[in-house]
């Protein structure tokens, strides 16, 4: 049932009624079945559901006797050549005939087809011979189908190279595997009758069953739960209650304009039926802040009012006269979303556990998540099939990510990749790959879990649509994703983990554990320290605000206040870019050009963000007020942008725009400008209220940052993978800025980093490569129990494997024995191999490490190489004598120099950048032991050096320096490795 809604979708959008069904796996073979009633499909999910619930993931299998359980409404097809049929007859006639005897006992003769296919295949039309004797002998009709698994003959190549992905081989090995011929695809009627000439009772048989079976998806009886309210209220009087309560306590005073907005939107919840769905949400949130758990809503539930009085979300959206609309209106008849933000890992899952308790197994479950083919994916299993070199296919991977979507626009700038990569083009097998790479793109490649859509139904969920189990222990999924939920009317709400989130608690949890409070919910919004550091862009692990772009912006736009971080959030997306809106609105901020308005009607609602429109509530606003809008109408529009309908909806929309803006004496350049900022912006445009979401926490942790930055690092170092850097990053910056940080030491690390009584920060055995977790757990607990007094004392109680005692040596984790790395190396080797009875316990000459001691630049590649990070100097700094000498300037000494001159700088590659919206640019930032600078590659300078930005870690570049608005960066003119600098340094690429 996986594609089922996109069948449906595609059928309905041409005009074709669609039937449901699915190929049921029997031990015997797959046998198709066809639904004909509600009866049916819910027979059908439960069926899928019973099969897949207690089996692997990807598994899972029918029994005949389930099959007669929920036969009712359902229509049985005894399959093609994959069908159990066919390897019946290979043992015997008898044993068919007694399938199809049990087949017909389940259904009766009127609900059980014999399916006979024609391929041109001999072996295929014996076996048709037989089917029909057998239909004849039983009294079956038979039916006339052709397996179709492609629509036109042409799509029989990429058919068997996906045959060859699923069953891990090529096509030179696949044989029987594949398709004898392309006859696999969809037939003309005229087609179906010529190959059937001889059974024409066959095709009216199709004919007929396809009258029957008239269900579709649109008739799927889902509900959304009640919700269980106290005795004596309704679920409206009850979310009344909680509203007006928890408006009291936000609103202080609760004043007319709040009280009018919450009465507004109760009364909108109330006409569509809402309340159930809002006193939910405010349910789960209710069982987060029982437990501690922080939780925010974010999106467009920011823009209601009775959200923030529930407490889902944390933004007052009369105060900063956000539009409901964006959120839920009367029009559109459809459901809210609410998005909620709580701390990855643990945390999140305890909420998710309680949705699943509370509503349960088969009433609750996450919605699924296509996994497509993209660039590189594509590549990889493209190339495997059609048998290409592995060192081929690693070459185009590195290649692909730098390439960007322009490829699939300009074929002649694909084939040049593909010959950059060292393909013939004119070798036929390359021609194929190029067209397969193509084809391939945005096809289902795996299904996998939502990153936090749960749907929960009133009743059962399985007799809406199949659910089964996850490879997460615990969790459930159903077999459609989210918008193919959405599109059949299907609730979900967004439970979704945020490393950000999980660091903010945890950094709480620090601070209360050195007998120091501090409340997120009332953080003075004025803090100096916070906007000093915000305007010198000083947010390396800060929340939104931390990317080379919004670093460049950071000091131009100089926050001072609250809104000014709403806009910094906002300005940094593709919207703000593609439609221009960037450079005027800090222009005007600094006073390089004046504030005007695309009409004077429209100040009232461009006058925060200075004329310059940079929210979607904005041009919703401006469709509303310039051109007479209702509410519903505006998001209609933005969500006709959002889908790009090529059904002449835009057409439609501006016209009505042009319409409005004219009648209310909008015309000329005026509305000419007007419409190009909606059109060309609304889709990209980021929501007012998700920026101001995303503000708070982006304020949080500058403000942990700023006063509490050993809580502040531990909790990231802790969080990760999570925000724009690599650790190794984050342990440079925190020593930058005074925090030390200490190694890893097996008598005094944790598993996790944690705080030592100095306000040190001391990294956990979690950043020991190879070092599972169970053997940090037991150092972390045998250290409490009583510290290890030498190596072999570690080895004994302990029993860590060769290579993780190993590691630890060479990292310095050992070092606390009073040895230094080499010499626990050697006292590793000696613990580790076994002396024998003779020499238990002698002394030896060997007991003495006769091994030179590592140098300052070993220590480094082996802190890199066994944890990712170090505590040590920077490489730069090892480096700097010689950098000095070619004249290299350190990177916090570029903001002393005039803009203009000429520069060489060099470091450590740690990001490399190439947004869609960069029109080819690269964008890279190097460390050194100073901070890190931003290096601008133009196109031409990209392509030209592509390897040596792509593979280097180091790099020297040579370059103008661009200092202007305390912004600072290096357009590179030149560039070249930096050599004498072994070490596995890892850098957060295209992210």
Not at 597 to 604: A, C, K, R
Not at 792 to 817: V, Y
């Amino acid at each position: 049932m996986y594609g089922a809604p996109r069948f449906y979708r595609a059928c309905r959008e041409v005009g074709v009624r669609p039937i449901v069904g699915s190929e049921i796996t029997l031990r015997e073979g797959c046998l198709p079945v066809l639904v004909q009633s509600r009866e049916g499909y819910q027979n059908l999910c439960h069926l899928i559901t019973d099969s897949k619930l207690d089996a692997e993931k990807g598994e899972g299998e029918t029994t005949l006797e389930e099959l007669e359980q929920y036969s009712s409404g359902l229509v049985c097809l005894t399959g093609g050549d994959k069908g159990p049929l066919p390897a019946l007859m290979k043992q015997g006639s008898l044993h068919a005939l007694n399938f199809l005897k049990r087949l017909k006992q389940i259904w009766g003769d009127k609900n059980v087809y014999v399916e006979v296919q024609r391929h041109f295949d001999r072996e295929q039309e014996s076996r048709n011979q037989m089917l029909a004797d057998l239909a004849n002998q039983l009294n079956l009709p038979l039916l006339a189908t052709n397996g179709v698994r492609y629509a036109r003959s042409s799509g029989r190549l990429l058919h068997d190279v996906l045959t060859c992905i699923k069953h891990r081989t090529n096509l030179d090995e696949a044989g029987k595997l594949l398709n004898r011929n392309a006859e696999c695809h969809l037939k003309s009627p005229g087609e179906m009758t010529q190959t059937f000439a001889d059974l024409p009772q066959a095709l009216a048989n199709s004919v007929e069953l396809s009258h029957r079976l008239d269900f579709t998806l649109k008739d799927l009886g889902y509900q959304f739960p009640a919700y269980d309210v106290p005795s004596g209220e309704t679920m409206n009087s009850y979310l009344r209650k909680l509203t007006e309560a928890g408006a009291r306590d936000r609103y202080r005073p609760f004043y007319a304009k709040a009280r009018r907005q919450i009465e507004y939107e109760l009364d909108i919840i109330g006409k569509l039926g809402l309340a159930g769905y809002f006193l939910i949400v405010w349910d789960i949130v209710q069982f987060c802040k029982r437990h501690e758990i922080l939780v925010q809503g974010r999106g467009s539930a920011a823009n209601s009012a009775v959200c923030y009085s529930l407490g889902i979300t944390a933004v007052d959206p009369v105060g900063m006269e956000l539009l409901f609309e964006r959120f839920l209106s009367e029009e559109r008849g459809e459901w809210p979303d609410i998005d909620l933000d709580l701390p990855s890992g643990d945390r999140r899952e305890s909420v998710i556990q309680y949705v699943y308790d509370r509503y349960g197994r088969r009433g609750a479950a996450m919605t699924a998540n296509v996994i497509t083919y993209r660039c590189r994916s594509a590549a990889r299993e493209v190339g495997k099939a059609l048998g290409f070199p592995l060192q081929v296919l690693d070459r185009l991977s590195k290649l692909l990510v730098t390439w960007g979507w322009s490829v699939f626009e300009e074929e002649g700038l694909l084939l040049e990749r593909f010959q950059e990569a060292g393909l013939n083009l004119s070798h036929r097998r390359v021609r194929n790959f190029v067209r397969l790479w193509r084809e391939i793109q945005d096809l289902p490649r795996h299904l996998g879990q939502h990153t936090g859509g749960m749907i929960i139904c009133q009743g059962s969920l399985d007799s809406v649509v199949p659910v089964e189990s996850a490879r997460m222990p615990g969790r459930t999924v159903v077999q459609w994703d989210k918008d193919d939920c959405a599109d059949l009317g299907i609730i979900k709400v967004d439970l979704l983990g945020l490393g950000m989130m999980a660091a903010i608690h945890e950094s709480l949890e620090l601070i209360r554990e050195s007998n120091r409070e501090i409340d997120l919910a009332h953080l003075p919004q004025d803090d100096p320290k916070v906007y000093s550091m915000l305007q010198q862009a000083d947010t390396v692990g800060v929340f939104q605000v931390e990317s080379r772009a919004q670093m460049a912006t950071l000091p131009r736009l100089k926050p001072t206040c609250f809104y000014d971080l709403v806009v910094e959030v906002a300005i940094i997306r593709p919207g703000p870019i593609v439609g221009k809106m960037v450079h005027p609105y800090l222009s005007r901020r600094a006073g390089l050009e004046p504030v005007t308005y695309p009409h004077p009607s429209l100040e009232p609602i461009l006058k925060r963000t200075l004329g310059v429109p940079l929210f979607q509530e904005q041009l919703l606003r401006i469709a509303m007020l310039g051109a007479g809008f209702t509410g519903g109408e505006a998001e209609e529009l933005r969500r006709a942008l959002g889908f790009k309908k090529p059904d002449g909806a835009m057409a439609k929309i501006e016209k009505r725009l042009r319409e409005g803006l004219e009648k209310n004496g909008i015309h000329g350049e005026a509305a000419e400008t007007i419409i190009r900022h909606i059109t060309s912006f609304a889709l990209y445009g980021f929501p007012e209220s998700h920026a101001a979401s995303f503000a708070l926490l982006a304020y949080a942790s500058a403000y942990l940052k700023a006063h509490f930055p050993a809580e502040f690092y531990t909790a990231l170092l802790n969080n990760q993978p999570m925000g724009f850097y690599h650790p190794a990053t984050l342990v440079k910056d925190a020593q930058r800025r005074g925090q030390r940080v200490k190694p890893v030491d097996v008598q005094k690390s944790d598993w996790r980093c944690g705080i030592e009584e100095d306000q040190s920060i001391r990294l956990g055995l979690m950043y020991v490569k190879g070092l599972r977790e169970e053997t940090g757990q037991r150092i972390e607990t045998e250290r409490h129990r009583c510290a290890f007094s030498s190596v072999d004392d570690l080895q004994q109680r302990i029993k860590p494997n060769r290579s993780e005692i190993t590691t630890l040596a060479r990292i310095g984790a050992l070092n606390s024995f009073g040895l230094k790395r080499r010499e626990a190396l050697w006292q590793v080797e000696k613990v580790c191999r076994f002396a024998g009875p003779l020499f238990e316990n002698t002394s030896s000459p060997y007991d003495i490490s006769p091994l030179q001691e590592m140098t300052a630049m070993e220590r480094l590649a082996s802190d890199y190489e066994g944890a990712g990070i170090t505590v040590g100097p920077h490489a730069m700094a090892l480096k700097r004598r010689e950098l000095n000498s070619l004249g290299i300037v350190p990177s916090a000494s570029l903001e002393k120099l005039k803009d203009g001159r000429k520069v060489r700088v060099a470091g450590t590659v740690i990001v490399r950048q190439r947004p869609m919206t960069a029109k080819g640019f690269l964008f890279m930032s190097l460390e050194d032991e100073t901070g890190i600078s931003n290096i601008v590659f133009r196109p031409k300078m990209f392509e030209k050096n592509r390897l040596v930005l792509m593979s280097h870690p180091f790099l020297i570049i040579e370059g103008m320096l661009q200092n202007q608005n305390n912004v600072i960066s290096v357009l590179a003119h030149k560039v070249r490795g930096l050599t004498g600098l072994d070490i596995p340094i890892s850098s957060h690429d295209f992210h």
